[in-house]
């Protein structure tokens, strides 16, 4: 064949050869939907937002992480084994052999403290486990010593969170306050670029130490609207839909529809998220200052009507301050909750003094359809007891703000747990001295209830603890703080081709090192 000849083949070929390549790529190429871009792709300054802690997780690692698909126990990353002092007060990590940042440079225990004093130092999000670090000690190139002014077994689970994963001091040095947009770390993908609220795209980092990803690119795109993710999703534009915090990816009634597409998994998984109806029980005045018209309220609700009705059961009931499937669940709980009865609601109501119809409360909630729902579910069932209710959907940051100022009576909130361990809705939920720090249910000063909470969080004996957060969880529902409502279930929507996708439940983040496409 002569050279023209063949160059004329070679040339016809080529749209052959550049189809083949793109669908290698796309057979490589995962691409996840999330509503909304990133707040941030620095650990550093990680505020639990969830889109960008799911990126940071999969750029970087951290000393230890949650063991899939159970994630009832942690597993070493960065670290290949760790000791704690009979106290609770000091964790020793051996590193790993040869590990690299994405830049070139080494992992060493230089590295690890480097990066936990600069979250400490820069994150007021983080401040409240982190200011319990009195000392970071490197011993030897491969071991950093960690010690902590006072015990707490939970500790080990914050070094699991984005704001824990170690970040190569050598590209903090070279991009300094532009690190946040140059995230260099030693997971799994390897940051490649980001366009403001269309996509951040991760490219596979062979060298991994656990051994290079089954994908070879990794790409979030932004798509606010629910139906586009859907239709994406039917038509293979995506390939995952993450639920990235949301009540739900896509509206609950739409699930159905999903279900009967072979081309469309759903995967369902129980969480840790409360949702609850709130009192302000720090007001000693007011409408709730009385714990019969607080129990009241708590019969009032028809809880499994809601997780029918308003969830078609992609909710679970939660019946007092921790999930059923929290380590530290207490079983009596089932039997000590309220249930729903609106005659028992009436009774307490007259006893109080309460006439029907003489009460009538704002309710705030959050914006959304879905809030929109679960508040007017809750308006309905308060109404037939006789207490009247205005719903108050409110702007996240102005919610927040009446919340932590104190200024209302009742209110539709949750928690959403980062860390696998019931410190995590008890000691922010419930200690008086943290009323006013957050969204909590305002406990007012109980010495006896704080002493009890911070013995739960500071006891090293995990069966110890678990007895402990056991008598809180009974000592805490017998105050009446508010109605607990429901869990949302994780629900992630996924192409059938999809392989290897494990949910974790706490924090609610995925990795995709293991995930393939089919």
């Given at each position: 064949?002569?050279?023209?000849?063949?160059?004329?083949?070679?040339?016809?070929?080529?749209?052959?050869?550049?189809?083949?390549?793109?669908?290698?790529?796309?057979?490589?190429?995962?691409?996840?939907?999330?509503?909304?871009?990133?707040?941030?792709?620095?650990?550093?300054?990680?505020?639990?937002?969830?889109?960008?802690?799911?990126?940071?997780?999969?750029?970087?690692?951290?000393?230890?992480?949650?063991?899939?698909?159970?994630?009832?126990?942690?597993?070493?990353?960065?670290?290949?084994?760790?000791?704690?002092?009979?106290?609770?007060?000091?964790?020793?990590?051996?590193?790993?052999?040869?590990?690299?940042?994405?830049?070139?440079?080494?992992?060493?225990?230089?590295?690890?403290?480097?990066?936990?004093?600069?979250?400490?130092?820069?994150?007021?999000?983080?401040?409240?486990?982190?200011?319990?670090?009195?000392e970071i000690a490197v011993a030897s190139p491969r071991v950093v010593r960690i010690?902590?002014?006072?015990?707490?077994?939970?500790?080990?689970?914050?070094?699991?969170?984005?704001?824990?994963?170690?970040?190569?001091?050598?590209?903090?040095?070279?991009?300094?306050?532009?690190?946040?947009?140059?995230?260099?770390?030693?997971?799994?993908?390897?940051?490649?670029?980001?366009?403001?609220?269309?996509?951040?795209?991760?490219?596979?980092?062979?060298?991994?130490?656990?051994?290079?990803?089954?994908?070879?690119?990794?790409?979030?795109?932004?798509?606010?609207?629910?139906?586009?993710?859907?239709?994406?999703?039917?038509?293979?534009?995506?390939?995952?839909?993450?639920?990235?915090?949301?009540?739900?990816?896509?509206?609950?009634?739409?699930?159905?529809?999903?279900?009967?597409?072979?081309?469309?998994?759903?995967?369902?998984?129980?969480?840790?998220?409360?949702?609850?109806?709130?009192?302000?029980?720090?007001?000693?005045?007011?409408?709730?200052?009385?714990?019969?018209?607080?129990?009241?309220?708590?019969?009032?609700?028809?809880?499994?009507?809601?997780?029918?009705?308003?969830?078609?059961?992609?909710?679970?009931?939660?019946?007092?301050?921790?999930?059923?499937?929290?380590?530290?669940?207490?079983?009596?709980?089932?039997?000590?909750?309220?249930?729903?009865?609106?005659?028992?609601a009436r009774k307490l109501l007259a006893e109080a003094g309460v006439r029907p119809?003489?009460?009538?409360?704002?309710?705030?909630?959050?914006?959304?359809?879905?809030?929109?729902?679960?508040?007017?579910?809750?308006?309905?069932?308060?109404?037939?007891?006789?207490?009247?209710?205005?719903?108050?959907?409110?702007?996240?940051?102005?919610?927040?703000?009446?919340?932590?100022?104190?200024?209302?009576?009742?209110?539709?909130?949750?928690?959403?747990?980062?860390?696998?361990?019931?410190?995590?809705?008890?000691?922010?939920?419930?200690?008086?001295?943290?009323?006013?720090?957050?969204?909590?249910?305002?406990?007012?000063?109980?010495?006896?209830?704080?002493?009890?909470?911070?013995?739960?969080?500071?006891?090293?004996?995990?069966?110890?603890?678990?007895?402990?957060?056991?008598?809180?969880?009974?000592?805490?529902?017998?105050?009446?703080?508010?109605?607990?409502?429901?869990?949302?279930?994780?629900?992630?929507?996924?192409?059938?081709?999809?392989?290897?996708?494990?949910?974790?439940?706490?924090?609610?983040?995925?990795?995709?090192?293991?995930?393939?496409?089919?």
């Amino acid at each position: 064949m002569s050279i023209s000849r063949r160059l004329l083949a070679a040339v016809a070929a080529l749209p052959i050869l550049c189809a083949h390549a793109q669908a290698q790529d796309a057979s490589r190429t995962l691409v996840v939907a999330v509503p909304s871009d990133a707040v941030g792709l620095e650990p550093g300054a990680n505020r639990a937002e969830p889109i960008g802690s799911e990126v940071i997780l999969n750029v970087f690692d951290t000393l230890v992480a949650w063991t899939p698909p159970a994630f009832d126990a942690l597993e070493g990353r960065l670290a290949t084994r760790w000791t704690v002092s009979p106290d609770g007060r000091s964790f020793e990590f051996e590193l790993r052999d040869g590990v690299r940042f994405h830049d070139g440079t080494t992992l060493d225990a230089e590295a690890v403290k480097f990066s936990l004093e600069r979250t400490k130092a820069m994150n007021p999000f983080a401040q409240a486990s982190f200011n319990l670090i009195s000392e970071i000690a490197v011993a030897s190139p491969r071991v950093v010593r960690i010690v902590l002014r006072e015990p707490y077994p939970a500790f080990l689970s914050i070094l699991a969170q984005p704001q824990s994963a170690i970040v190569s001091p050598a590209a903090v040095a070279k991009h300094g306050d532009q690190f946040a947009v140059n995230p260099v770390g030693t997971g799994p993908f390897a940051f490649r670029s980001r366009q403001a609220d269309t996509n951040i795209v991760l490219d596979a980092n062979p060298s991994y130490f656990r051994g290079a990803p089954k994908l070879d690119r990794l790409v979030y795109r932004i798509i606010p609207n629910a139906s586009t993710r859907r239709l994406e999703l039917e038509n293979g534009g995506v390939d995952v839909i993450q639920q990235a915090g949301q009540l739900a990816a896509i509206p609950a009634e739409t699930i159905q529809a999903l279900r009967g597409n072979r081309n469309v998994s759903i995967i369902e998984v129980p969480s840790q998220i409360i949702r609850q109806l709130e009192f302000n029980n720090k007001k000693t005045t007011g409408p709730f200052a009385d714990i019969r018209v607080r129990r009241a309220v708590m019969h009032a609700i028809d809880y499994d009507g809601l997780l029918q009705g308003v969830f078609g059961n992609t909710a679970d009931r939660v019946y007092g301050p921790l999930t059923s499937n929290s380590w530290a669940f207490n079983p009596r709980i089932r039997d000590l909750a309220p249930k729903h009865d609106p005659a028992l609601a009436r009774k307490l109501l007259a006893e109080a003094g309460v006439r029907p119809g003489s009460l009538t409360v704002p309710l705030y909630t959050f914006q959304g359809a879905l809030w929109g729902a679960v508040a007017t579910f809750v308006q309905a069932n308060l109404a037939d007891v006789g207490i009247n209710v205005t719903i108050q959907q409110t702007e996240f940051p102005a919610l927040r703000a009446l919340h932590t100022s104190g200024n209302f009576d009742l209110a539709l909130d949750g928690r959403q747990p980062w860390y696998n361990d019931p410190d995590a809705h008890v000691t922010i939920g419930y200690l008086s001295s943290l009323a006013d720090t957050a969204m909590t249910f305002r406990f007012p000063k109980d010495d006896a209830l704080d002493a009890q909470i911070l013995k739960a969080q500071q006891t090293v004996s995990m069966e110890e603890r678990k007895a402990l957060y056991f008598k809180l969880q009974e000592d805490i529902l017998a105050r009446a703080p508010g109605a607990f409502l429901f869990s949302p279930k994780l629900i992630v929507f996924a192409r059938s081709n999809v392989r290897g996708l494990v949910i974790n439940s706490a924090p609610p983040l995925n990795e995709y090192w293991g995930v393939s496409k089919q």
